[in-house]
């Protein structure tokens, strides 16, 4: 064909304007929900599979990058809140802590449902903002045989003593659980005992040459699986996805007090599920929600590479060896609530412990 | 611009307006409206971003030097080819090189440093050495080093290559005659490859400073990273652009100076009359050879073979498979997003090409407003600019019909990636001899169809470069595609990241199969048409 060079330009842009509208035209009238998650996205395809089977409604999924993990869908829920029109429905973290923070904000709507009534106080907001459900373990991963059994921590002040110098990694407190934990440990330890304790410890891990790694838990769990370190601080999920691998690690839970009273164990962070304020699809969310509250989901949770802790009793004890010994008794709000600041501090001092090395 | 070759010119203007100038001014409206927003204002300490600007600089600084020594010899002998391929001589060879050199640019930086860093698992003798000397972080610095030089040499050969083609010949065999000392030859070939290797050091500088990638997978906390996590903790647009000063600073001085040698005209057309052949050419082929078998072959070879290894049992197909299952769908919608960007990359550059090559000075001055546009969006932070685009487009009808379709990727995509389609867009305004520019006018380009009559060749050309280029920088795009993806339309490029993240190499293996595949379909496309175009253009030039 002898066309002409405009009739080619005009073939080409036209294709280009089909495509958008073929892109724009893949919506269905189907009924449907929006979904942000910030969990493995191998597990939470698993888990809309089986609801989509259940329900015909369809999730539309948008997850997160590993390297910023909740935070960067955390940014894009305020941003669509900032600019007046929502878009998705449900907020389903791997956390707990950026949840406060989102339903501090007002980003957060109220949910209230035959699934909700009875759920535990601890892993529920009061006014139904957030549901927690599907726990995971901060521990202390180690390689056995590697370290001798005189040498294992018991408690995470332990890791600030000299014996740990130069042995200890953990990941930025900026991103992840870490920094949750972090917020968590000066909570707890300036209520429980002193102010100050939570300043002394990170001063010990300063001392310690504790280092930061960039690339998440799962660094961490990497890091001490090829000998670079002898300890990390990490998620019990990276570490059983770690063994599923093949690597040889094991976990520690360690506790928050010198002394094994109840209460002053492993910290537990669930998942947590919440409703967005305005999402276009409420009806859609609500049954949404309450399928990710469902026991079915924390068994398959439960059961994933993630293998998460039910929060559920009865269930709990189906899964023994994930269960989590002396769980620490914390208000996640005061946790979250002082959260910036004891990251802050984190890096301030590690950074400036790093300086001195230097 | 009369007649009806305003279109191509509007085109390029629209797509600047969507992707410059209705987000930027919805930046503006979210700066200041930002302090109210957000809780948690973090404390941003100035003494280490200082310090982190300084590591990031010194690793943008080896590679953009390691790059200029390692691919300054493949640049000569591109240049020499592309001389002589207006001719029919060597065009074999032209085409072959130019091709192979054009695939390491077009895979992401973070899977050729991925491919290096499976090297050497915790199993390997050198990660035991490593260990057992302290010096594991070394080696992967090492290995950092040595995946970011491998994928940035080609963009300093092609560099190098397009000075090249623009010098005679003759001058270094009156060198010869003259008996000149080596040293004086080599001096002499600097002062002439001197601009281009200057230009590909700094678009290798630019282009290892805004990426954060590898440096989070090497355990390496750079300005980036810095950044991320400021946001992170709550800061304001307001305070992350403050923070970000220095960074954007640096990348548009850098950017500036790229501007100003590309916009040096050359002063000579090439001769392909007199080459000398012989044992250097032959060295320098195997030195070239050498090097893309380390930016590309070993590491293809290094993934399959981890792929193998982490199989588990599986045959290949039933590995396919399952991979075409979970992520079939998110990297066919990656390709096509990449390739609409590529077009609409060529547009921007057609676009501008023309309006810096009219008369009159305003149409040239709204060409420099819309490239200095396009570079300041290069500059900021990616997370700011879909921010940006979601106060932009996330409002009334723009949201049904932009912000929940693929439309607000391919123009994030854009955002970040345009500044290459207006420095080609310059370098085509400015490399186009003036004479082929007089006789276009004189053809009545003034109505589309005349226009595209008479510049089709170097349109062509020059679009298919930049397509390849924006299409496959498109491909490898994290912060914006993470931030505004619209829901339920699955990409492969953050599944890609999550899975190095977690050691699942088999899914980053055929990922990179198939961009390895594009990377090179695209190339040889690019390189055919930009050969033919050349060979047309030159023909009438010398004439």
């Known amino acids: 064909m002898n066309a002409t060079p405009a009739f080619r330009f005009g ?40 609801f989509q089977e259940e329900t015909g409604i369809r999730v539309r999924f948008t997850g997160d990058t590993e390297a910023k993990k909740t935070t960067g869908l955390v940014e894009r829920l305020r941003a669509e809140y ?29 949910h209230h449902s035959d699934t909700t009534k009875d759920w535990p106080a601890t892993f529920r907001d009061p006014n139904g903002l957030w549901y927690g459900f599907a726990a995971r373990g901060r521990v202390i991963v180690f390689a056995p045989g590697r370290v001798p059994d005189e040498d294992l921590p018991e408690t995470w002040m332990d890791l600030s003593r000299s014996t740990y110098k130069g042995r200890v990694v953990m990941a930025d407190p900026r991103f992840g659980t870490t920094g949750g934990h972090f917020g968590a440990m000066k909570a707890y330890w300036d209520r429980e005992y002193q102010p100050g304790i939570y300043s002394a410890f990170l001063l010990g891990l300063a001392e310690n040459e504790t280092r930061l790694l960039a690339s998440g838990n799962a660094g961490v769990v990497r890091a001490v699986a090829n000998g670079e370190a002898d300890f990390g601080m990490t998620d019990t999920d990276d570490v059983w996805a770690a063994q599923a691998q093949g690597m040889k690690v094991d976990l520690i839970y360690a506790r928050h007090s010198r002394h094994d009273d109840p209460g002053t164990g492993t910290l537990l962070i669930p998942n947590t599920v919440a409703r967005v304020k305005g999402g276009p699809n409420p009806d859609a969310a609500a049954k949404l929600i309450d399928f990710l509250l469902s026991e079915r989901v924390e068994r398959m949770l439960a059961e ?33 609530a002082v959260r910036v600041e004891a990251v802050d501090e984190a890096m301030r001092v590690l950074r400036e412990g790093q300086r001195g090395d230097e | 611009m009369k007649g009806s070759a305003w279109i191509i010119s509007s085109s390029a203007l629209v797509i600047w307006l969507a992707a410059i100038g209705w987000p930027a001014m919805a930046c503006v409206e979210l700066i200041v409206a930002s302090d109210d927003l957000f809780k948690n204002p973090s404390t941003i300490s100035h003494s280490t971003l200082a310090q982190l600007l300084i590591v990031s600089i010194t690793w943008s600084g080896m590679v953009a030097i390691g790059a200029m020594l390692l691919g300054w010899l493949p640049g000569r002998l591109l240049g020499r080819a592309l001389a002589r391929s207006s001719t029919r001589r060597s065009s074999g060879l032209w085409l072959l090189l130019a091709t192979l050199l054009l695939v390491p640019i077009c895979l992401p930086a973070y899977v050729v440093f991925f491919a290096w860093w499976q090297a050497w698992p915790a199993d390997s003798w050198l990660f035991r050495w490593a260990l057992e000397h302290q010096q594991v972080q070394t080696v992967r610095h090492a290995t950092l080093l040595a995946g970011l030089l491998c994928w940035s040499w080609p ?115 090439a001769s392909a009359r007199f080459t000398r052949d012989g044992r250097s050419r032959v060295g320098v082929l195997l030195f070239t050879a050498l090097l893309w078998l380390f930016s590309v072959g070993i ?81 900021v932070p990616g997370t700011m600019i879909g921010s940006a685009l979601t106060v932009a487009y996330n409002r009334g009808w723009l949201a049904d019909g932009v912000y929940l379709t693929p439309a607000v990727l391919v123009i994030g995509h854009l955002a970040r990636f345009g500044f290459l389609a207006a420095l080609l867009g310059r370098w085509i305004a400015l490399q186009e001899p003036r004479a082929l520019v007089e006789m276009r006018a004189m053809d009545g380009a003034e109505r589309l169809g005349g226009l595209l009559l008479a510049t089709w060749p170097r349109l062509l050309a020059a679009g298919g470069a930049t397509f390849a280029i924006v299409m496959t920088m498109s491909l490898a795009e994290i912060p914006v595609t993470a931030q505004v993806r619209p829901p339920g339309f699955d990409l492969i490029t953050p599944s890609i990241l999550n899975d190095m993240h977690y050691q699942r190499p088999q899914t980053v293996m055929i990922a990179t199969a198939a961009f390895m595949g594009v990377a090179l379909l695209a190339s040889f496309g690019a390189i055919v048409l930009w050969s033919s175009a050349r060979r047309a253009v030159k023909s009438v030039a010398l004439r």
């Open chain 2, 155 to 269: 963009i300093v050969s092609w560099c190098v290559a397009g000075f090249v083609a623009n010098t005679p010949v003759q001058r270094e065999e009156m060198l010869l005659l003259d008996a000149a000392r080596p040293l004086t030859r080599l001096l002499d070939k600097i002062r002439c490859d001197g601009r281009g290797l200057l230009l590909g050091g700094l678009i290798a500088f630019l282009a290892a400073f805004s990426n954060t990638t590898v440096f989070d997978l090497a355990e390496i906390f750079t300005f980036g990273n810095e950044l991320r996590a400021i946001e992170a903790l709550g800061a304001t647009p307001r305070e992350v652009l403050t923070a970000a000063a220095p960074a954007t600073a640096l990348t548009v001085l850098g950017a500036l100076i790229v501007w100003m040698l590309l916009s040096m005209r050359p002063a000579e057309i």
């Open chain 1, 82 to 110: 900032a600019s007046g029109k929502p878009q998705a429905d449900v907020f389903w973290s791997s956390e707990i802590f950026m949840t406060l923070d989102l339903a501090d904000e007002g980003v957060l709507e109220a």
């Open chain 1, 11 to 50: 073939c080409f842009l036209s294709l280009f304007i089909l495509s958008f509208l073929l892109f724009g035209c893949g919506r269905s009238e189907q009924q449907y929900v929006v979904l942000y998650a910030s969990a493995d996205e191998y597990v939470a395809r698993e888990v809309i599979t089986a």
């Open chain 1, 304 to 336: 994933s590479v993630s293998g998460n802790v039910p929060i559920r009793r009865g269930l709990a004890e189906k899964y023994p060896h994930r269960a989590v010994p002396n769980p620490l008794a914390i208000d996640f709000r005061r946790a979250a």
């Open chain 2, 299 to 379: 590491p293809i070879v290094l993934l399959a073979r981890n792929m193998r290894s982490a199989a588990g049992g599986r045959t290949l197909g039933e590995q396919l498979s399952e991979f075409t299952t979970f992520y079939g769908r998110g990297m066919g919608n990656t390709m096509v997003v990449a390739m609409i960007c590529g077009v609409l990359a060529s547009v921007i550059a057609a676009g501008l090409a023309w309006m810096w090559q009219d008369r009159r000075a305003w149409v040239r001055s709204a060409a420099h407003v819309q490239a200095v546009g396009w570079m300041i969006a290069a500059a």
